[in-house]
Protein backbone atom coordinates (compact mmCIF):
# COMPACT_ATOMS: atom_id res chain seq x y z
CA UNK A 1 0.00 0.00 0.00
CA UNK A 2 2.79 2.46 0.89
CA UNK A 3 4.69 1.57 -2.64
CA UNK A 4 1.22 2.60 -4.27
CA UNK A 5 1.22 6.02 -2.17
CA UNK A 6 4.69 6.97 -3.40
CA UNK A 7 3.90 5.87 -7.01
CA UNK A 8 0.88 8.39 -7.09
CA UNK A 9 3.02 10.82 -5.07
CA UNK A 10 5.63 10.93 -7.84
CA UNK A 11 2.70 10.49 -10.34
CA UNK A 12 1.05 13.97 -9.44
CA UNK A 13 5.01 15.46 -8.68
CA UNK A 14 5.80 14.88 -12.41
CA UNK A 15 2.23 16.46 -13.75
CA UNK A 16 3.05 19.17 -11.97
CA UNK A 17 6.39 19.99 -13.13
CA UNK A 18 5.00 19.32 -16.56
CA UNK A 19 1.88 21.79 -16.04
CA UNK A 20 4.43 24.01 -14.76
CA UNK A 21 7.15 23.92 -17.33
CA UNK A 22 4.42 25.37 -19.56
CA UNK A 23 4.33 28.72 -17.82
CA UNK A 24 8.02 29.51 -18.48
CA UNK A 25 9.41 33.03 -18.52
CA UNK A 26 10.40 32.85 -22.01
CA UNK A 27 6.02 33.19 -22.90
CA UNK A 28 5.31 36.50 -24.27
CA UNK A 29 3.83 38.55 -21.14
CA UNK A 30 0.04 39.51 -22.13
CA UNK A 31 0.89 43.24 -21.91
CA UNK A 32 4.10 42.69 -24.39
CA UNK A 33 3.27 44.44 -27.68
CA UNK A 34 4.16 41.30 -29.84
CA UNK A 35 1.21 39.50 -28.00
CA UNK A 36 -1.81 39.94 -30.38
CA UNK A 37 -4.55 42.08 -28.67
CA UNK A 38 -7.80 40.43 -27.72
CA UNK A 39 -11.14 40.76 -29.03
CA UNK A 40 -12.96 43.82 -26.78
CA UNK A 41 -15.74 41.03 -25.76
CA UNK A 42 -15.58 41.49 -22.60
CA UNK A 43 -19.50 42.26 -22.26
CA UNK A 44 -19.92 39.51 -24.47
CA UNK A 45 -20.83 36.95 -21.55
CA UNK A 46 -18.57 33.97 -23.26
CA UNK A 47 -21.50 34.34 -25.89
CA UNK A 48 -19.50 33.79 -29.14
CA UNK A 49 -23.62 34.65 -31.12
CA UNK A 50 -25.45 37.63 -30.62
CA UNK A 51 -28.80 37.12 -29.50
CA UNK A 52 -30.30 39.57 -32.39
CA UNK A 53 -29.38 41.43 -34.97
CA UNK A 54 -30.45 44.29 -37.04
CA UNK A 55 -29.83 47.99 -38.29
CA UNK A 56 -29.92 50.96 -36.58
CA UNK A 57 -32.60 53.70 -36.87
CA UNK A 58 -32.64 57.02 -35.17
CA UNK A 59 -36.18 57.72 -34.50
CA UNK A 60 -37.62 61.88 -34.20
CA UNK A 61 -36.08 62.03 -30.99
CA UNK A 62 -32.77 61.19 -31.85
CA UNK A 63 -32.16 58.31 -29.69
CA UNK A 64 -31.09 54.95 -31.61
CA UNK A 65 -33.76 51.59 -32.13
CA UNK A 66 -33.56 48.31 -33.78
CA UNK A 67 -34.93 47.92 -37.49
CA UNK A 68 -34.68 44.62 -39.97
CA UNK A 69 -34.15 42.52 -36.39
CA UNK A 70 -33.35 39.38 -37.04
CA UNK A 71 -36.16 38.37 -34.92
CA UNK A 72 -39.86 40.14 -35.41
CA UNK A 73 -39.92 40.30 -31.45
CA UNK A 74 -37.10 42.69 -31.06
CA UNK A 75 -38.03 44.89 -34.01
CA UNK A 76 -38.25 48.73 -33.15
CA UNK A 77 -36.94 48.16 -29.65
CA UNK A 78 -35.00 51.06 -27.85
CA UNK A 79 -31.39 50.36 -27.70
CA UNK A 80 -31.14 51.75 -24.33
CA UNK A 81 -31.89 50.06 -20.48
CA UNK A 82 -35.07 50.26 -18.38
CA UNK A 83 -32.61 51.76 -15.57
CA UNK A 84 -31.00 53.96 -17.69
CA UNK A 85 -27.21 52.16 -16.86
CA UNK A 86 -25.00 52.87 -19.80
CA UNK A 87 -24.87 49.89 -22.30
CA UNK A 88 -21.55 48.82 -23.09
CA UNK A 89 -21.42 49.66 -27.10
CA UNK A 90 -18.48 48.20 -29.32
CA UNK A 91 -17.47 50.11 -32.46
CA UNK A 92 -16.73 47.88 -35.15
CA UNK A 93 -13.08 48.63 -34.57
CA UNK A 94 -13.75 46.94 -31.07
CA UNK A 95 -13.21 50.25 -29.18
CA UNK A 96 -15.71 51.44 -26.78
CA UNK A 97 -18.28 53.83 -27.67
CA UNK A 98 -21.65 54.75 -26.56
CA UNK A 99 -25.34 54.66 -27.62
CA UNK A 100 -25.17 58.24 -28.86
CA UNK A 101 -22.18 57.04 -31.36
CA UNK A 102 -24.64 55.00 -33.29
CA UNK A 103 -25.77 55.94 -36.56
CA UNK A 104 -28.82 55.60 -38.95
CA UNK A 105 -27.74 52.77 -40.81
CA UNK A 106 -25.21 50.94 -38.92
CA UNK A 107 -25.68 46.77 -38.85
CA UNK A 108 -25.36 46.26 -35.09
CA UNK A 109 -25.31 42.71 -33.12
CA UNK A 110 -26.96 42.81 -29.81
CA UNK A 111 -26.17 40.67 -26.50
CA UNK A 112 -29.20 39.93 -24.01
CA UNK A 113 -27.95 39.07 -20.23
CA UNK A 114 -28.82 35.35 -19.28
CA UNK A 115 -31.83 35.92 -17.87
CA UNK A 116 -33.22 39.05 -20.06
CA UNK A 117 -35.67 41.25 -18.52
CA UNK A 118 -38.01 42.37 -21.22
CA UNK A 119 -40.71 44.47 -20.60
CA UNK A 120 -43.75 43.03 -23.16
CA UNK A 121 -44.57 46.09 -24.69
CA UNK A 122 -44.71 47.35 -28.58
CA UNK A 123 -42.08 47.21 -28.99
CA UNK A 124 -40.44 45.69 -26.68
CA UNK A 125 -38.06 46.88 -24.48
CA UNK A 126 -35.29 44.72 -23.14
CA UNK A 127 -32.36 45.08 -20.78
CA UNK A 128 -29.16 44.43 -22.89
CA UNK A 129 -25.82 43.40 -21.99
CA UNK A 130 -23.90 44.77 -25.16
CA UNK A 131 -24.61 46.44 -28.58
CA UNK A 132 -21.33 45.75 -31.02
CA UNK A 133 -21.59 47.61 -34.74
CA UNK A 134 -20.72 44.82 -36.81
CA UNK A 135 -20.29 47.22 -40.31
CA UNK A 136 -20.37 50.63 -39.43
CA UNK A 137 -22.67 52.74 -41.90
CA UNK A 138 -21.45 54.82 -44.62
CA UNK A 139 -21.03 58.61 -43.46
CA UNK A 140 -24.23 61.12 -44.58
CA UNK A 141 -22.41 63.14 -48.22
CA UNK A 142 -21.91 66.75 -47.10
CA UNK A 143 -23.98 69.42 -48.69
CA UNK A 144 -22.18 70.98 -51.74
CA UNK A 145 -22.09 74.61 -50.81
CA UNK A 146 -24.51 76.16 -54.05
CA UNK A 147 -22.31 78.05 -56.19
Do not use: N
Request: hydrophobic share 40%; glycine share 6%.
Amino acid sequence: MTATRTAAALLSSALLAVLAAGCTATDVPAASPASPTPPATEHLGEQPTPDVTGVVAVDADGRPTLSQASDDYFEAMPLGTFDEEPVPVLAADGSRVTLADLRDGDRIEIWLPPVALCGESMPVQCELRTVRVAEAAEPAPSPTPAG
